[in-house]
């Protein structure tokens, strides 16, 4: 595995008034369809509805092979080799 891949990156939602070491809220992972090279559409709409109405927070992870986990040689999405599925 290349080793930007291996690295994962994730961003943690939380409402702003949350305390940490002090509230205790549920989270849910969230994570990204085929073609999600980021975080922002999934931010806005998943995990900005589930703080607003809900107490939930969110973790989105970001899929191995897109954004900032994409290795240097790889072109758009495609990938280099069949065994990368």
């Known amino acids: 595995v290349p080793s ?3 690295t994962a990156h994730f961003q943690l939602v939380l409402s ?3 305390r940490f070491g002090i509230d205790s809220i549920p989270i849910g992972i969230c994570y990204s369809g085929t073609g999600d090279h980021g ?3 999934r931010r806005l709409f998943t995990t900005v509805t589930l703080i607003n109405q809900y ?3 969110s973790i989105l992870l970001e899929n191995p092979y897109y954004g900032l ?7 758009r999405s495609s990938l280099l080799y069949i065994t990368d599925l």
């Not at 986990?69 to 072109?75: E, G, N």
């Open 39 to 41: 975080f922002s559409r």
């Open 55 to 57: 107490p939930i927070g």
């Open 69 to 75: 986990r994409k290795p240097p040689d790889q072109s």
């Open 4 to 6: 930007p891949v291996a």
């Open 16 to 18: 702003c008034d949350h």
